[in-house]
């Protein structure tokens, strides 16, 4: 079962997107108590240019396994790509951040029934606040804290780029 997901499925408008149970990615805060939410550092992955999208900054993430929930896949896939001790992080929310979308002829299949594909984002903080040490794998050009003011100055991968509002109103409620 273990890497069961790896596969390409139907996303918007036929496009293909990674996943063949949908995906999830980390949005790994470093956030001290009562910090002003404009200063909270996210860890940002500069994706390889032979991954889909490349060359953009998004989330460490990937695809999910069938038998995994979006913040165990995300967490794994964090570990993967960017080498985090999952020890040290806090999930507080799962946000559907792409999707669900009603799969075509060419989707991914299970048990011979099409799956609809999604994105969820998984919110997390380190557990003691500060940024951890990471270290990035083939998938990476690099690995970076930024803080929230300063995303707008990186060629952010766009389906984040998008979902970032949402996000920032559901980090304010664990601030």
Known sequence: MRGDGDGWAQGPQGTKVWGRYGAAGLMLLAAAPDQDLEEIKVLLQHRAPWTNQGNTWGLPGGARDSHESAAEAAVRESVEE??????????????????????????????GEPVGW???????????????????????????????????????????????????EHLAKHL
């Open 82 to 111: 960017a080498g985090i001790d999952p020890t040290a992080v806090e999930v507080l929310e799962e946000i559907l951040t792409c999707g669900p979308f009603t799969p075509g002829e060419d989707a991914a299949m299970a048990d």
């Open 118 to 168: 999604s994105y969820t984002t998984v919110l997390a903080r380190t557990s003691s606040g500060e940024e951890i040490d990471t270290t990035a794998n083939e998938e990476s050009l690099e690995l970076r804290w930024v803080a929230f003011k300063d995303l707008k100055n990186l060629p952010l991968l766009p389906a984040f780029e998008a979902s970032l509002a949402t996000l920032k």
